[in-house]
């Protein structure tokens, strides 16, 4: 069977920079950046790129399953996204004082997650439309559907401003679908574990994702530190939209503000 063209993108691959603590007022801080679910670190790296200008250690990792073609999501688990993460959260904190992680959509998920368990070692969270919930009543249908549909149209490229590609899948595998109801189960009880500071982007316009995860999020989380902004102009892959300067320079504000030790 042909791969999806994702499979011989470059910009699919992995993607790092090293800190220079030069441009940080000599302290090594990392940022994890986490890509979202049939997507891939082409709707990541931009936004690496400027938090690497900044002198931060940027590390963006392509999660399991994605990358190559729609039928490889259905053979991992969601515990296989969580320790890619990890791993890259391990690479950041052999070089660096502090970490904060970032993600978009399902990404979000799995970085709220690494907070919920590794709380030391994670000093604040970006979230960008994050996807942990739902109120389509057909996912409740998903572990049965996963058993005899592999796949249905793909929700790639919501994005409003023109001649942008996140470079994802054209398919929506079920099987791996019902993984992030699973990594759901997992995450959303343990919500109020989360005490970091939080960065929220929403896209006031989103076709991809509904309100109940901000909802979702913004109640349950411990965090006195909370700041929520509304992006106007930009659908869910708003790393790759006309608001992404907006989420570049205020999350490179961010990340200096929370690793500060001063």
């Known amino acids: 069977m042909p791969s999806s063209p994702a499979s ?9 920079a090293p800190a220079t603590p030069d441009r940080t007022g000599g302290r090594s801080i990392g940022v994890l950046l986490v890509h979202g679910f049939t997507g891939s670190p082409a709707s990541m790296r931009p936004w690496g790129e400027h938090l690497a200008e900044q002198g931060y ?11 190559t073609r ?42 709220l997650r690494l907070a ?24 409740l249908a998903l572990p049965v559907l996963q058993r005899v549909v592999p796949s249905l149209k793909g929700v790639v490229n919501d994005i409003k401003k023109p001649g942008q ?35 929220y982007f929403q896209s006031a316009e989103d076709h991809v994702i509904d309100q109940s995860s901000a909802d979702t999020v913004l109640t349950a989380v411990s965090s006195r530190d909370t700041d ?3 992006l106007t102009n930009s659908y869910h892959v708003a790393t790759l939209d006309h608001d992404a300067d907006d989420i570049f320079a205020g999350s490179a504000e961010f990340v200096a503000r929370v690793t500060d030790r001063g």
């Open 165 to 199: 590609d996140e470079v994802g899948y054209p398919r929506l595998p079920i099987k791996g679908l019902y993984q992030v109801t699973r990594l759901w189960q997992a995450l959303v009880p343990d919500l109020p574990k989360v005490t970091q500071p939080v960065l």
């Open 70 to 111: 729609w039928q490889d999501l259905n053979e991992v688990a969601w515990t296989d996204w969580l320790d890619t993460a990890s791993a890259a959260l391990d690479r950041l904190l052999a070089s660096c004082e502090a970490v904060v992680v970032a993600g978009l959509s399902m990404g979000g998920s799995v970085v």
């Open 228 to 230: 929520h902004r509304v």
């Open 57 to 67: 250690a940027v590390e963006v990792p392509l999660l399991p399953g994605h990358g």
């Open 8 to 16: 011989s993108h470059p910009l699919t691959r992995p993607w790092s």
């Open 116 to 139: 919920e368990e590794r709380p030391g070692d994670v000093a604040g969270i970006v979230l960008v439309n994050p996807f942990v919930s739902s109120t389509r009543k057909e996912l």
